[in-house]
Structures are given as structure tokens and as C-alpha cells.
Nanobody, 114 residues
Framework: QVQFVESGGGLVQPGGSLTLSCIASGFTFGAFPMSWYRQAPGKERELVAR????????NYADSVKGRFTISRVNVKNTVYLHMNSLKPEDTAVYYC???????WGQGTQVTVSS
């Protein structure tokens, strides 16, 4: 059974940093790219970042380029999202997902507010 367990969210002030983690199970983690998505209140879920199977190839939404970094550690079945210079518009529930598997975790809430 494919599962994703996200953690690391919280309340942070504008300009602050957070690192999100996602532990995946139920499939051969290192064989698939991984992505982070987010969904803000009243908005559709959007792709934030994607990383290739060995962590070298990455791409980002324009809104987070230069501020967010996606990485993975395959031996730990874990993908990370390092978020810097956070803005109020980054407030959302963040989810990780394998594009090849149609499963979602519960997500982790990130709130950027003073």
C-alpha cells in the first residue's frame, strides 16, 4: 500500500525558514521522481517542486524559484522541501507525491504570518 507521511509544517514569520519531510512507503522509492504540491484555502492544488530519481534533476514553480530547494535521501525513502524567505502567500497545506502513484498523504500545514 502506497503511503506518504508529511511533517515539519508550522507557523513561521515572513522571511523565516522551514524544512518539510515526507516519508514514502509501499513502492520502490528510488525508482521514481518525487514532487511537492501545495493547496492554499480556496485555491487549486499546485505543483511546487519536482526531483528526479537520484536527486540531481530538479524543477520549481516560478513562485518559489530561488527560495525553495527539493532534495531526497533514497536510503531513507524521504524527500525534503527546504523553504527560505517565506512569504504569507506560501501559506498552504503541503503534500508530497510520486507522479506515478495516485495516492495522497494528509499533508502538513504551513502558515506564514506575523
Amino acid at each position: 500500500q502506497v503511503q506518504f507521511v508529511e511533517s515539519g509544517g508550522g507557523l513561521v514569520q515572513p522571511g523565516g525558514s522551514l524544512t518539510l519531510s515526507c516519508i514514502a512507503s509501499g513502492f520502490t522509492f528510488g525508482a521514481f521522481p518525487m514532487s511537492w504540491y501545495r493547496q492554499a484555502p480556496g485555491k487549486e492544488r499546485e505543483l511546487v517542486a519536482r526531483v528526479g530519481t537520484v536527486g540531481i534533476l530538479t524543477n520549481y514553480a516560478d513562485s518559489v524559484k530561488g527560495r525553495f530547494t527539493i532534495s531526497r535521501v533514497n536510503v531513507k525513502n524521504t524527500v525534503y522541501l527546504h523553504m527560505n524567505s517565506l512569504k504569507p502567500e506560501d501559506t498552504a497545506v503541503y503534500y508530497c507525491k510520486s507522479p506515478a502513484h495516485d495516492y495522497w498523504g494528509q499533508g502538513t500545514q504551513v502558515t506564514v504570518s506575523s
